[in-house]
């Protein structure tokens, strides 16, 4: 996985980019780098997180996920993001979170 990302936003002075990539870890199987910031500066770096390859592409997965929806477009000439990098098709698609039951409304004193 290696992404680039921004987002151009002229009237609002807003000229930003997001790259998140895997790279191999020496203590771990991969560890995922995110660096973002203003387009024609070097941004700031953060290592993520790292571990198993697949635990990594579900972290960088989220991201992509986020920043998208934050308005980021892929940006690199014939770089386009493939519905296959923001789902899994190795994992099941998650289960409905289970609903809560209210307790019965008692009569008697008011709540404070």
């Known amino acids: 996985m290696d992404i680039y990302l921004e987002k151009i936003e002229p009237d ?24 973002w910031g203003r ?5 700031r770096i953060w290592v ?8 990594v592409e ?7 996920k986020l920043r998208l929806r934050h308005g980021y477009q ?4 014939g770089q386009e993001i493939e519905a296959e990098v923001l789902e899994d098709p190795g994992r099941p698609a998650p289960a ?3 609903s809560r ?4 409304v008692r009569s008697g004193k008011p709540h404070r």
């Open 39 to 43: 387009i024609g500066r070097a941004g």
């Open 58 to 64: 579900d972290m960088g997965r989220k991201i992509l």
């Open 12 to 35: 609002r002075n807003c000229f930003r980019f997001y790259a998140i990539r895997i790279e191999p870890d020496f203590f771990a199987e991969a560890s995922l780098v995110v660096q």
């Open 48 to 55: 993520r997180g790292s571990g198993t390859l697949r635990d």
């Open 74 to 77: 892929p940006r690199r000439a």
């Open 96 to 98: 409905a979170p289970p």
């Open 101 to 104: 039951k209210r307790s019965p």
